[in-house]
T-cell receptor, first 114, second 112 residues
Framework: NAGVMQNPRHLVRRRGQEARLRCSPM?????VYWYRQLPEEGLKFMVY????????ESGMPKERFSAEFPKEGPSILRIQQVVRGDSAAYFC????????????FGPGTRLTVT | GNSVTQMEGPVTLSEEAFLTINCTYT??????LFWYVQYPGEGLQLLLK?????DKGSNKGFEATYRKETTSFHLEKGSVQVSDSAVYFC???????????FGSGTRLLVRP
């Protein structure tokens, strides 16, 4: 059973460009979470999704950030008009429906905004 | 709101030394508690968990006990190895959204 997959692993964007981060959950997992890790800090929750539904987006910045988890395909975290402060590691986690407290993390996407 | 506080690092130990990393939490209700480990350049791996008071989670020689009276979940290992060098995160789950709230992490460096 493959783990949570994220791509790209590293992404460089200039200020003002768009960043798209992808996450494929583990097989059988229907819950997806996105977290952001700023340098030398812990992870901060951003958004929790189930297939075609956003369940909790209380950690998402109000502007420029959006997330989706379509019926088919990976979950996408989209950042429009990136700024230097968006530089961070973005981690995706997934959990099975029968045990949503047990989250398995992907390797992360390290976004650098130049 | 709910929060997790961890001891600041780095923690530097010699191989075979005893490890304790302190973690305390603030929460309404009865959260589940977790320890995650992050090796350099990698994502987080679930190390152990406890879902109710007095539960002891254990894995790979690490253990932690959910102490409701002291709101603590300290991580311990009797004899650390160089390969245990990593950043350790304490976390709690919150509410019906299951989101994790993390501490700031504690870096452990084990010297041969």
């Amino acid at each position: 059973n493959a783990g949570v997959m994220q791509n790209p692993r590293h992404l460089v964007r200039r200020r003002g460009q768009e960043a798209r981060l992808r996450c494929s959950p583990m097989k059988g997992h229907s819950h997806v979470y996105w977290y952001r890790q700023l340098p030398e800090e812990g992870l901060k929750f951003m958004v929790y999704l189930q297939k075609e539904n956003i369940i909790d987006e209380s950690g998402m910045p109000k502007e420029r950030f959006s997330a989706e988890f379509p019926k088919e395909g990976p979950s996408i975290l989209r950042i429009q008009q990136v700024v230097r402060g968006d530089s961070a590691a973005y981690f995706c986690a997934s959990s099975p429906p029968e045990n949503p407290y047990e989250q398995y993390f992907g390797p992360g996407t390290r976004l650098t905004v130049t | 709101g709910n929060s997790v506080t961890q001891m600041e690092g780095p923690v530097t130990l010699s191989e075979e030394a005893f490890l304790t990393i302190n973690c305390t939490y603030t929460a309404t209700g009865y959260p589940s508690l977790f320890w995650y480990v992050q090796y350099p350049g990698e994502g987080l791996q679930l190390l152990l968990k406890a879902t109710k008071a007095d539960d002891k989670g254990s894995n790979k020689g690490f253990e932690a006990t959910y102490r409701k009276e002291t709101t603590s979940f300290h991580l311990e290992k009797g004899s650390v190895q160089v390969s245990d060098s990593a950043v350790y995160f304490c976390a709690l789950s919150e509410g019906s959204s299951y989101k994790l709230i993390f501490g700031s992490g504690t870096r452990l460096l084990v010297r041969p």
